[in-house]
Nanobody, 127 residues
Framework: QVQLVESGGGLVQAGGSLRLSCAAS????????MGWFRQAPGKEREFVAA????????YYADSVKGRFTISRDNAKNTVYLQMNSLKPEDTAVYYC????????????????????WGQGTQVTVSS
């Protein structure tokens, strides 16, 4: 069983930065792709970013490309999401996700590829 615990959310002004962390336990972290998703009030959950198990490949939603950076530290079993130049439309609950199976994913963008989810952390960007 994989446990994921997010931290780092909060309230920030537009143009500001936040770094989210997700600590994982319960499986060999270095074998698992990881992702970040978000859900705003009244909207469906959407893909934000993903990283391969080795960290060598990263994927981003167009809406965050150039502003957000996903990274991982396999020695610390932690994945990060550095968010810069935040906009009010980035306001959402952000969820960390772990791949359902180890290794390479067929589709890093789909939430069907992820079998484990954190409890979420709120990010609020004020204008």
């Amino acid at each position: 069983q994989v446990q994921l615990v997010e931290s780092g959310g909060g309230l920030v002004q537009a143009g500001g930065s936040l770094r989210l962390s997700c600590a994982a336990s319960g499986r060999t972290f270095s074998s698992d792709a990881m992702g970040w998703f978000r859900q705003a009030p009244g909207k469906e959950r959407e893909f934000v970013a993903a990283i391969s198990y080795s960290g060598g490949l990263t994927y981003y939603a167009d809406s965050v490309k150039g502003r957000f950076t996903i990274s991982r530290d396999n020695a610390k079993n932690t994945v990060y999401l550095q968010m810069n130049s935040l906009k009010p439309e980035d306001t959402a609950v952000y969820y960390c996700a772990c791949a359902a199976a180890p290794g390479v994913l067929k589709n890093y963008y789909s939430d069907y590829s992820y079998g484990y989810w954190g409890q979420g952390t709120q990010v609020t960007v004020s204008s």
